[in-house]
Nanobody
Framework: VQLQASGGGLVQAGASLRLSCAVS????????GGWFRRAPGKEREFLAV????????RYADSVNGRFTISRDNAKRTVYLQMNNLKPEDTAVYYC????????????????????WGQGTQVTVSS
């Protein structure tokens, strides 16, 4: 299984970005897809997760209302729409997938994820 994250970049405060995470491998398996980030000098934190159907979605309080997670199962891609970006959103953003519950659940703990992407840098200037 490989995860290819893309869409990061350098933007000004208040701008928007959409991150994508394309999943290849285990073509016939369903999964939950999540996004995490690691800011400089901090531990990696959970941001958002969606189960396979999209009917169960969870957000961290820090991004709820500004970030939106979505997915296109035909493309096996999970997205993170980020609006009104702030300098404190500067971090490396990671996507991850969990196959263990066949995509029914929506975990927020790192340890519950099976595969991780390589990370994409988001830098927000003030």
């Amino acid at each position: 299984v490989q995860l290819q994250a893309s869409g990061g970049g350098l933007v000004q405060a208040g701008a928007s970005l959409r991150l994508s995470c394309a999943v290849s491998g285990r073509t016939f398996s369903t999964f939950a897809g999540g996004w995490f980030r690691r800011a400089p000098g901090k531990e990696r934190e959970f941001l958002a997760v969606t189960n396979w159907s999209g009917g169960y979605i969870r957000y961290a309080d820090s991004v709820n209302g500004r970030f939106t997670i979505s997915r296109d199962n035909a493309k096996r891609t999970v997205y993170l729409q980020m609006n009104n970006l702030k300098p404190e959103d500067t971090a490396v953003y990671y996507c991850a997938v969990d196959f263990s519950m066949n995509g029914v659940g929506a975990p927020s703990e790192e340890s519950e994820y099976d595969y991780w992407g390589q990370g994409t840098q988001v830098t927000v200037s003030s």
